[in-house]
């Protein structure tokens, strides 16, 4: 996530792209069948994260850090507030929440009042939360405000995955992407059922590795805000900002063994970044694109496995914060076939959520949560 400098209100306080040349026409995506439209379902206070909850809802988590459930009324009152353990400055605040598979157990991710990124459980009973079950899992401290990542989401392999950036800065200045001591530039797995905080799953892919921290899944990232799973095939894609050029897309299979390096600070997308040099284990992004007109940070989606919208069934659904508009992935065997412009601009898009019936919401930093439907 990179938040821009604006004049509302609700985002002012947030800085980091100066300036952004939004609407270049050269760029303009060739036509696909699959539009989407809309509709707006709720307003909450600077949404930054969703996910599905129990019974068919959605939870929805506000930057300030608040979690409120979506219903036909809109939101709820707030099911859980940690809004005096959080700030909201840099890119910091409540930056993601997850369920386990079967809606026991609840995580949050965010930084606190030092700036330290925290993923603390609640169990779950009856679809609530209970308070005096609070636990810390696990905690990274942050030489910088920015590229905090945050985002969480279990595995089709039953693990938690947890997403951290790089530290913040600029150009990766501690090379942590590539640095397999750290959990910085990482998109990690552990089992939080199986030991306290946490248990190792085996067969984590630097397990045994002198020097690696165990807990690392794959390496390289810059700032991995959103990433998911195919609900359908469980391959995983993850959203990572660029740095000043390239925002990119990465994929893995299901059936990968973790491991993979994504290639930052080396590589900006496909590109060495300043003088780096390719890792000869790099794995490219599926996808990237240029600041010339489509935007300044990638907002990763979720591989569409909804009914609304059967022309959009298994394509992969992402904006930019930087310009709002909805693309498409078209996917093949980890090949990326085909980039659409879904015909609906969805704001400031920081984030989507994913409902359990596959149905997809769309995060306005700004306050609006929308569901897409068909044109
Ligand atoms: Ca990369």
């Known amino acids: 996530m990179k938040l821009r400098s604006r004049s509302s209100a609700l985002i002012g306080s947030l800085c980091l792209v100066a300036t952004v040349a939004l609407g270049a026409a050269s760029a303009a995506p060739k036509p696909t069948a699959a ?198 095939t469980g391959d995983l894609l993850i959203g990572d900002v660029g740095q000043n050029a390239w925002e990119e897309i990465d994929w893995a299979p299901a059936a990968s063994k973790g491991g993979e390096n994504y290639g930052w600070g080396e590589m900006e997308g496909n590109h060495p970044y300043q003088d780096g040099t390719e890792p000869a284990n790099h794995v490219p992004p599926i996808h990237e694109y240029d600041r010339g007109g489509l935007g300044c940070s990638v907002t990763g989606g979720y591989v569409y496995r909804g009914a609304a919208v059967p022309d959009l069934m298994g394509q992969y659904v992402f904006s930019d914060y930087c310009d709002g508009t909805l693309r498409a992935l078209q996917i093949e065997n980890g090949k990326v076939t085909g980039v659409s412009d879904l015909g609906a601009n969805g704001g400031e898009v920081v984030a989507f959520a994913q409902g359990g019936d596959g149905e997809l919401y769309v995060l306005d930093i700004g306050g609006g949560v929308s569901r897409i439907g068909p044109a």
């Open 35 to 232: 539009q989407v439209s809309l509709t707006k379902v709720a307003t909450a206070q600077n949404p930054t994260a969703g996910t599905a909850g129990p019974g068919g809802s959605v939870w929805i988590a506000e930057r300030a850090g608040t979690v409120r459930v979506l219903g036909d009324q809109g939101l709820s009152e707030p099911v859980l507030d940690i809004s005096g353990e959080t700030t909201t400055d840099g890119e910091r605040g409540l930056l993601g929440i997850a369920f386990d598979k079967d809606f026991a157990h609840f995580y949050i991710s965010f930084t606190n009042r030092e700036g330290t990124s925290t993923v603390d459980e609640f169990a779950v009973a009856d679809g609530k939360l209970r308070p005096d079950t609070r636990r810390t899992v696990l905690t990274q401290t942050q030489p910088y405000a920015n590229h905090n990542g945050g985002d969480l989401a279990f595995g089709p392999d039953g693990y938690l995955y947890i997403a951290l950036g790089d530290g913040g800065s600029g150009g990766d200045p501690h090379g942590n992407g590539q640095n397999l001591g750290t959990l910085l530039g990482k998109l990690l797995r552990i089992d939080p059922g199986g030991g306290d905080p946490y248990a190792i799953p085996p067969g984590n892919p630097f397990v045994g590795t002198a020097g690696a921290k165990p807990e690392i899944w794959a390496y390289g990232l810059r700032n991995p805000w959103r990433f998911s799973f195919d609900k359908g």
